[in-house]
C-alpha cells in the first residue's frame, strides 16, 4: 500500500476518533436462555447468534464460502471470551436493525454506524473510527483540489449508507449555499454499485468507507485515489436492541480487554485497517 494513501486513511482515521469524543465457531432480556452466569440472556443458550451483510470487505466478507474480515474476527472472540459459541446469520444490510429489535439476532456487526436517529431503537457498541471519503481514479485525482472541486459532478454513493445523507448534506452547505451546481449524485444499491459507476465513466467521484478503500487499495494498488477533505466521521459499531445493557456492557468490556491487550489491533493490522484502532465505548455520539 502505497505511503501517500495510508497517510490520507490515517489522516481520516483522527479526524473520526475526534469526532466520535450462516456459521459457528448476555443477550436480550426478553430472550429465553440464561448464559450461564454473566448477567445477560442470549436467544440461543451457549450461543451469540450474530448478524451481518457479508459484502463490506475488509470487515465482512465471503472468500468463496468461507465468512471472514475483521468483524467476523472480533465478534468471535468476544463471543469466545465470553465462553460462547457464535453463530453467523447472513441477511443483507437493511434487514440488520429490525432482525436484533425483534430478537432474531442477538447482535448485529456489518459496518454500522452508531447515528442518534439509530440510538432511538438500538444501543451500540463503538469500537472503529471509520470515514467516509470521496475517491477517484488517478488520471481525475487533479481535478479535485478544493470542496467546490465536487460541486456540479456527477459522484456516485450507496443510497443504503450515511454516506448519502451526508453527501446531500454537502451539497447544500458546501455547493448550493456558495452559488456553485449541487453535486450531480448518482445513487446505487451498494458501494460495490457505486464503484462501478466511476469505473464506468458515469460518476467523475464516488464515495465509500477508508477502511474500505484500504482493502482495494490492497487488492488492485493505484487503482483509486482519495481526494478532497474527510466527507464523514463516525464509529463503527456492534448493536445490541435498545435497554439490552448487560449484553452491551459484557461487550464492551469484552471489547476493552482486547484493545487493552493488544487482540483488536492485531486484528486490524491483519486486514490493513489498524488506523482506525480506537478504545471502546456504549452510544458515543452525540449529535
Given at each position: 500500500?502505497t505511503?501517500?494513501?495510508l497517510?490520507?486513511i490515517?489522516?481520516?482515521?483522527?479526524?473520526a476518533?475526534l469526532?466520535?469524543?450462516?456459521?459457528?465457531a448476555?443477550g436480550?432480556?426478553?430472550g429465553?436462555?440464561?448464559?450461564?452466569?454473566a448477567?445477560?440472556?442470549?436467544?440461543?443458550?451457549?450461543?451469540l447468534?450474530?448478524?451481518l451483510s457479508?459484502?463490506?470487505?475488509?470487515?465482512?466478507?465471503l472468500?468463496g464460502?468461507?465468512?471472514?474480515?475483521?468483524?467476523?474476527?472480533?465478534?468471535?472472540?468476544v463471543?469466545?471470551?465470553l465462553?460462547?459459541?457464535?453463530k453467523f446469520?447472513?441477511?443483507?444490510?437493511?434487514q440488520?436493525?429490525?432482525?436484533?429489535?425483534?430478537d432474531?439476532?442477538?447482535?448485529?456487526?456489518?459496518?454500522?454506524?452508531?447515528?442518534?436517529?439509530?440510538?432511538?431503537t438500538?444501543?451500540?457498541?463503538?469500537?472503529?473510527s471509520?470515514?467516509?471519503?470521496?475517491?477517484?481514479t488517478p488520471?481525475?485525482?487533479?481535478?479535485?483540489?478544493?470542496p467546490?472541486?465536487?460541486?456540479?459532478?456527477?459522484?456516485a454513493?450507496s443510497?443504503?449508507?450515511?454516506y448519502y445523507?451526508?453527501?446531500?448534506?454537502?451539497?447544500?452547505?458546501?455547493?448550493?449555499?456558495?452559488?456553485?451546481?449541487?453535486?450531480?449524485?448518482?445513487?446505487?444499491?451498494?458501494?460495490a454499485?457505486?464503484?462501478l459507476?466511476?469505473?464506468?465513466?458515469?460518476?467523475d467521484?464516488?464515495v465509500?468507507?477508508?477502511?474500505?478503500?484500504a482493502y482495494?487499495?490492497?487488492?488492485?494498488?493505484?487503482?483509486?485515489?482519495?481526494?478532497?477533505?474527510?466527507?464523514i466521521?463516525?464509529?463503527?459499531?456492534?448493536?445490541?436492541?435498545?435497554?439490552?445493557?448487560?449484553?452491551?456492557e459484557?461487550v464492551?468490556?469484552?471489547?476493552?480487554?482486547?484493545?487493552?491487550?493488544?487482540t483488536?489491533?492485531?486484528i486490524?493490522?491483519?486486514?490493513g485497517?489498524?488506523d482506525?484502532?480506537?478504545?471502546?465505548?456504549?452510544?458515543?455520539v452525540?449529535?
Amino acid at each position: 500500500m502505497t505511503k501517500k494513501f495510508l497517510g490520507l486513511i490515517a489522516a481520516g482515521a483522527a479526524v473520526a476518533l475526534l469526532a466520535g469524543c450462516s456459521g459457528s465457531a448476555g443477550g436480550n432480556e426478553s430472550g429465553s436462555s440464561k448464559s450461564g452466569d454473566a448477567g445477560f440472556t442470549t436467544i440461543v443458550d451457549g450461543t451469540l447468534t450474530v448478524g451481518l451483510s457479508p459484502d463490506f470487505p475488509p470487515m465482512e466478507y465471503l472468500d468463496g464460502e468461507k465468512l471472514i474480515g475483521s468483524d467476523v474476527e472480533l465478534i468471535t472472540e468476544v463471543a469466545k471470551r465470553l465462553n460462547l459459541d457464535v453463530k453467523f446469520e447472513q441477511q443483507k444490510f437493511d434487514q440488520l436493525i429490525n432482525s436484533v429489535r425483534t430478537d432474531r439476532v442477538d447482535l448485529v456487526i456489518s459496518g454500522m454506524s452508531d447515528t442518534v436517529e439509530r440510538q432511538k431503537t438500538l444501543d451500540f457498541i463503538d469500537y472503529y473510527s471509520s470515514t467516509g471519503r470521496f475517491y477517484t481514479t488517478p488520471d481525475r485525482a487533479g481535478d479535485f483540489a478544493k470542496p467546490t472541486d465536487a460541486c456540479g459532478v456527477p459522484i456516485a454513493v450507496s443510497t443504503k449508507t450515511d454516506y448519502y445523507p451526508a453527501l446531500q448534506e454537502y451539497s447544500a452547505k458546501v455547493c448550493e449555499a456558495a452559488g456553485e451546481p449541487a453535486v450531480k449524485i448518482v445513487g446505487a444499491d451498494s458501494g460495490a454499485a457505486a464503484r462501478l459507476q466511476l469505473d464506468q465513466g458515469r460518476a467523475d467521484l464516488a464515495v465509500q468507507g477508508a477502511e474500505n478503500l484500504a482493502y482495494f487499495e490492497e487488492q488492485d494498488p493505484g487503482k483509486y485515489q482519495i481526494v478532497l477533505d474527510v466527507l464523514i466521521a463516525q464509529p463503527f459499531a456492534a448493536s445490541v436492541r435498545k435497554g439490552n445493557t448487560a449484553l452491551a456492557e459484557a461487550v464492551r468490556g469484552v471489547l476493552q480487554e482486547m484493545y487493552d491487550d493488544g487482540t483488536t489491533e492485531k486484528i486490524l493490522t491483519k486486514y490493513g485497517i489498524e488506523d482506525g484502532l480506537r478504545p471502546p465505548a456504549i452510544n458515543e455520539v452525540t449529535e
